[in-house]
Structure formats: structure tokens, C-alpha cells
């Protein structure tokens, strides 16, 4: 075989990490035929032979042996008195079978061929790594980080495949940097430019529930369904979860003993806060039940506006409401119900423990009040912000931000 090699090395083609043996020899094959059409205007008469484990190739050509004279077409007959320079043996109407070399297409033409050869394979690659992971969207992916930039981050899978993680799809706690493991979900696949762009999140529901599906062995068999998820991602996360087998707490075998199998997951998500609830059909239990932690009085449900009024006692109001106003809000997405909350008529006068604050006031700073004996809301509101501020150790506008918590409460 020539010492001219079409490719260098075969290695460098077989193992395409995304393309199989047959696809590659398929290519091959035809970038062989091209340049025999364009050497002899037809292949039809050739045979190109590949060996799969080394990447040898072998090119015959068959020709029709023909009386001196009657020949038409060289490219598939040849003169008996031409082939009897080849081969005496030769008689006419005979099959003349001829090798043909590498060098005979000159070398241009093999480096032209090369090249085309590899943008093929690089082609091909592309395809199967964007119909790969089209077919994947959904599922948890591991990979290492490569490059961290401002808005994205580069991360590759096992196989070196490129995955980009938009700063958006991060967590607000997350901090990468070069050689961590990531895990995520393959959120979209687009072919841009005719290269996959794969992008994957760390935000989305689906992420949440594959970290389940790992941890919880019963909702990977089906025993339990995650019936909706919703997401602030990095602060707080609530699970709807039903079981089809009534010896099976749902709930119970989502957190586990002593939380095991829930801390897992807090600990991906930077920890989040995740409540997982009974899913029920009883439009009023299960805002109840997602309204969690707070404990409800009574609930009055508008089904034609998806509109439901909560009234709790006013040490339960801010637990309702969550720090930042996340529980609501989640509470509000997970029922598809709008909710609003109000305190309990006649309860107006009522005092409320700062302790119940605590989702929106920082731990030391009511430490700092009760320092002082300010142990209620209305004990602290009683004392002007000069007060304050002469008596504690806090800014004036931080005790202006307690002030205005303490107020909305009464309000």
C-alpha cells in the first residue's frame, strides 16, 4: 500500500467517541469513491475495501477485455492489446482486474481528500452528540468544570463533550471553580452554527426531582410520585408527593431517618429548604398542608378566581409569609391558588413572641433586642429608634428595617 496514507493514523477516526466503526468505514468508503469519480467519471466498476482494525485499504478496478478497436468507453473496457501488456493471459470478453494506488491520484488530490474527510467525521460527531443529548433532556448529567467565565460556566462530561451552565441556571450560592464536579440536569439542546449547544441547570424542578429519584429508591421503583415541584432555588423548595401503596408514608420515606435521605439533597442545593407535603385532592388541606409551617385556623376558597383567604392567629402570620415572602409565594404556585393572608378577628390586640420573626429578622439582631428586654413585638415598638439605637448595638437603619417587619404584622 502506498506510503502516501489518506490518514495518518486510523486510530484517529475509529475511535470518534460519538460515532460508531460501520458509520466511519461508511464515510470512508465514500470520500474513496468521490475521488474515483473524479479521476475515472464512474465508480460503478470499483471496489473499495476498508479493514475495520487498521484502517488498510485496498481500491480495485474491473475493465471489459475488447477486440482492438471496439472499445467505448475506457473508464469501463480496455483493448485486448493494451491488457496484453499487463497480463498475457488476457482474452477478449475476459474481466481485467487492476489495483489501484494511493499515488495515482497525486497528492493533492489525497489532501484534499483528507480534509474533507475530517470535516466529515467532525460532522458526523456534532450530529450524534446533539441527537444524543436531545434524547436526554431531563436527566441528571456529571461533569467537570473546565472554565469559569462571567455569565456561563464550561463544563465536560465523562466523554470531553462541552456543557454550558448559564450563570442564571446557577444556584445563587454556587462557586465554581476549575476541576470541581458538577452535577445538573440537561435543561436544552440547540444546533447552532451545526455545533450542539448543551445547556444544562442546577434551578430547574426536574433537577430536584432526579436528586429524589436517586435518594428515594420508592419513587425510582414508582411506589411514590412526585405529583409537582416548585423552586426558589438556594432558599426554599416545596414537594408535593403522593404514595399508591397505603403502607407507605410518603412523606416519611422522602426525608428518611432522621432526615438521611433529605440532607443529600439540602446539601446539593446549597441548602435549601425543602418541604415535602402530602399531596390531596381537598383543595383546603392541601393549601394547609402547603402553607407549612404555619398552623391555620380557617381557610375560605373562591374556586371560580382560584382565590383562597388563610386566617391564622398573629404569631402564625409570619410563618405563613416566610422569610422574603417564599413560603407564600411557593405555597401560592404549588395549589395554582392565590392566597392571601389575614390574622384572626379578634385577636387584634394580641402581642407576638420576636422569636416568631425570626424568618425575616437575623438571629443576632433579636438577640441584641431581648438583650434589652424588648422579648415582643409591641415592647419593641413601644421605644423610639433614638431609644433603640442608644441601647443596643444596631445601626439606625437596621432598626428602622425591624421596625417596619413589627409594624406590617399589626397592620
Known amino acids: 500500500m502506498s506510503n502516501i496514507n489518506l490518514i495518518d493514523s486510523f486510530q484517529e477516526f475509529k475511535d470518534f467517541k460519538n460515532i460508531d466503526r460501520p458509520t466511519v468505514i461508511s464515510v470512508l468508503e465514500e470520500v474513496f469513491r468521490s475521488m474515483l469519480r473524479k479521476k475515472y467519471g464512474t465508480d460503478e466498476n470499483c471496489d473499495v ?84 443529548y436531545k434524547d436526554r433532556v431531563g436527566e441528571i448529567v456529571t461533569g467537570e468544570v473546565y472554565q469559569v467565565w462571567k455569565k456561563e460556566t464550561l463544563i465536560l462530561d465523562d466523554e470531553g463533550n462541552e456543557l454550558l451552565m448559564p450563570k442564571t441556571e446557577q444556584i445563587p450560592a454556587d462557586y465554581f471553580k476549575k476541576g470541581d464536579s458538577v452535577r445538573a440536569v440537561i435543561s436544552k439542546v440547540d444546533m447552532l452554527n451545526a455545533t450542539p449547544k448543551i445547556i444544562i441547570s442546577r434551578i430547574a424542578p426536574e433537577f430536584l426531582q432526579r436528586l429524589f429519584e436517586i435518594e428515594v429508591p420508592e419513587i425510582f421503583d414508582g411506589l411514590i410520585t412526585i405529583k409537582k ?99 407564600i409565594k411557593l405555597a401560592g404556585k404549588l395549589t395554582g391558588y392565590e392566597i392571601d393572608v389575614y390574622r384572626e378577628a379578634g385577636e387584634e390586640d394580641e402581642d407576638v413572641d420576636i422569636e416568631e420573626f425570626s424568618d425575616e429578622i437575623d438571629s443576632w439582631i433579636i438577640d441584641e433586642l431581648k438583650a434589652i428586654g424588648c422579648d415582643t413585638a409591641k415592647s419593641v415598638l413601644a421605644l423610639s429608634v433614638d431609644e433603640l439605637v442608644k441601647r443596643t448595638d444596631l445601626e439606625e437603619e437596621t432598626i428602622k428595617e425591624v421596625i417596619s417587619i413589627l409594624k406590617s404584622e399589626f397592620e
Open 49 to 132: 475495501i476498508v479493514n475495520p482494525d487498521n484502517g488498510d485499504l485496498e481500491i480495485w478496478r474491473t475493465r471489459k477485455v475488447m477486440e482492438d478497436g471496439f472499445s467505448e468507453d475506457d473508464d469501463l473496457e480496455i483493448e485486448l492489446a493494451e491488457v496484453k501488456l499487463l497480463d498475457p493471459d488476457m482474452e477478449v470478453g475476459d474481466d481485467y482486474i487492476e489495483q489501484i494506488t494511493l499515488e495515482s491520484f497525486g497528492r493533492r488530490a489525497i489532501l484534499a481528500a483528507r480534509q474533507t474527510l475530517v470535516s466529515k467525521v467532525l460532522e458526523l460527531e456534532k450530529d450524534e452528540i446533539f441527537k444524543k
Open 229 to 327: 415541584i416548585v423552586r426558589e432555588p438556594g432558599e426554599r423548595a416545596k414537594v408535593a408527593v403522593e404514595s399508591y401503596d397505603d403502607r407507605i408514608d410518603p412523606v416519611g420515606a422522602c426525608v428518611g431517618m432522621k432526615g438521611s435521605r433529605i440532607h443529600g439533597i439540602v446539601r446539593e442545593l446549597k441548602n435549601e429548604n425543602i418541604d415535602v407535603i402530602n399531596f390531596t385532592n381537598n383543595v383546603s388541606l392541601y393549601i394547609q398542608r402547603a402553607l407549612s409551617p404555619a398552623k391555620i385556623t380557617s381557610i375560605k376558597l373562591d374556586d371560580v378566581t382560584k382565590h383562597a383567604s388563610v386566617y391564622l392567629k398573629p404569631d402564625q402570620v409570619s410563618l405563613a409569609i416566610g422569610r422574603g415572602g417564599h413560603n
